[in-house]
């Protein structure tokens, strides 16, 4: 498996071997704590870029992710928005990714049957923004600097101190997938940076 990584001049490379074995590392490592039931509930996305192309005229136009810092033409756009997609009342979401403490929030349905495919969507992108301001103002209050970056490699944003100890990547890299049941009420994200 290759990694690629963005170097500090701005160049794209081959993640270096001691940087690719750590990703290994962590990418086995999610996996392993990952428990996905056989025949549980996956949720994923689809919206149009150009609303005025048919769904099924130019598969081009379709993408199967929804930006987190700015989900709003994505969600209008959404296809089968109204579905209920988890029929579920109270859902539990793990948050995990790019945090060095993971975190689960509760939500509730928005209709008598379970979660709608818009509703499941906002609520994870409400998720990642709670995350990152609440990371942001304790870095702020606490006037903690970022750690140092190190190495010849470079991530979008540096790893913070705070409550979730985001690291590696701004809101604005994150894009949502999937949504996939762990156990019972409680999903994880399939988020893409």
């Not at 598969?59 to 930006?67: H, K, L, Q, R, T």
């Not at 928005?81 to 539990?92: C, G, L, N, S």
């Not at 995990?96 to 509760?106: F, H, K, N, R």
């Not at 140092?148 to 490699?153: A, D, E, S």
Request: hydrophobic share 35%; with cysteine; proline share 8%.
């Amino acid at each position: 498996m290759e990694f690629r990584v963005v170097n500090e001049d701005g160049s794209t490379g081959v993640a270096p071997p001691d940087i690719s074995d750590w990703l290994k590392k962590e990418l086995v490592q999610r996996q392993a704590t990952t428990k996905k039931p056989a025949g549980g509930i996956s949720v994923g996305f689809e919206y149009r870029y150009d609303d005025t192309i048919d769904w099924d005229a130019d598969e081009d136009n379709v993408s199967p992710y929804i930006p987190l810092s700015n989900p709003d033409q994505s969600l209008a756009r959404q296809r089968h928005p109204a579905e209920v997609v988890i029929p579920m009342p109270v859902i539990r979401i793990q948050f995990d990714y790019p945090l060095a403490q993971p975190v689960i929030y509760e939500y509730q349905a928005d209709t008598p049957g379970g979660f709608s495919r818009i509703h499941l969507a906002r609520c994870v992108v409400a998720g990642y923004n709670r995350i990152y301001k609440e990371e942001d103002d304790f870095v702020a209050k606490q006037k903690i600097e970022e750690k140092p970056h190190t190495g010849p490699y470079m991530f979008n944003r540096r790893t913070t101190n705070g409550p979730h100890g985001i690291w590696g990547h701004s809101l604005g890299d994150l894009v949502l997938h999937t949504v996939e049941q762990v156990e019972d009420n409680l999903f994880s994200l399939g988020v893409d940076s």
